[in-house]
């Protein structure tokens, strides 16, 4: 019987509200999954200078503690088609006071809507967005993001180029 998964797969974690303890092995396995999290045990082993059964121990513990909370697959979404990334600030309207529990609901049915961040600041929400071109996005958002309840200002920024650095571990 395998342990319960939460959403998009993730176990939960182990400490909720606790730091995870990682000694400097942990911190270049994590460092090697970062860079490719289809690496197996075996490998991860390889490349650290431990046996198969002892890298795999330690990569269990680090999932069951909640230091990996899940594996995931990133597309090259140039070459599915969709060649327009856009960034968008939402504020939220005064007006009816539509709650966040709907806003979020309604935002996240969209397909083209790749993240939804809550944040604080300038912006009640920023949205990540990808579409086939220029006129796709325009479609996207005065058909689907405009109307969505509560929306008041839009604020978008396209994306021109991106560069993904490792995280600080």
Do not use: C
């Given at each position: 019987m395998g342990r319960a998964r939460g959403p998009e797969g993730q176990r939960p974690s182990a400490k909720v509200g606790q730091m995870i303890a990682l000694d400097d092995l942990d911190r270049r396995m994590l460092r090697l999954l970062a860079g490719d999290a289809s690496l197996s045990a075996g490998a991860l082993?390889?490349?650290l200078g431990l046996s198969q059964p002892?890298?795999?121990?330690?990569?269990?513990?680090?999932?069951?503690?909640?230091?990996?909370?899940?594996?995931?697959?990133d597309l090259d979404l140039?070459?599915?088609?969709?060649?327009?990334?856009?960034?968008?600030?939402?504020?939220?309207?005064?007006k009816g006071r539509v709650s966040l529990a709907d806003f979020e609901r309604a935002v996240s049915a969209i397909p083209e809507v790749q993240t939804v961040q809550h944040v604080l600041g300038l912006y009640d929400y920023r949205l990540r967005v990808v579409a086939r071109d220029l006129s796709d996005f325009e479609r996207v958002l005065r058909r689907?993001?405009?109307?969505?309840?509560?929306?008041g200002a839009v604020d978008a920024?396209?994306?021109?180029?991106?560069?993904?650095l490792p995280g600080p571990l």
């Amino acid at each position: 019987m395998g342990r319960a998964r939460g959403p998009e797969g993730q176990r939960p974690s182990a400490k909720v509200g606790q730091m995870i303890a990682l000694d400097d092995l942990d911190r270049r396995m994590l460092r090697l999954l970062a860079g490719d999290a289809s690496l197996s045990a075996g490998a991860l082993g390889r490349s650290l200078g431990l046996s198969q059964p002892a890298a795999w121990r330690r990569l269990k513990r680090l999932r069951d503690a909640g230091a990996i909370a899940r594996h995931r697959l990133d597309l090259d979404l140039p070459a599915l088609g969709f060649g327009v990334t856009v960034f968008l600030g939402i504020t939220l309207a005064a007006k009816g006071r539509v709650s966040l529990a709907d806003f979020e609901r309604a935002v996240s049915a969209i397909p083209e809507v790749q993240t939804v961040q809550h944040v604080l600041g300038l912006y009640d929400y920023r949205l990540r967005v990808v579409a086939r071109d220029l006129s796709d996005f325009e479609r996207v958002l005065r058909r689907r993001i405009m109307t969505l309840p509560g929306v008041g200002a839009v604020d978008a920024n396209v994306l021109l180029s991106e560069e993904r650095l490792p995280g600080p571990l």
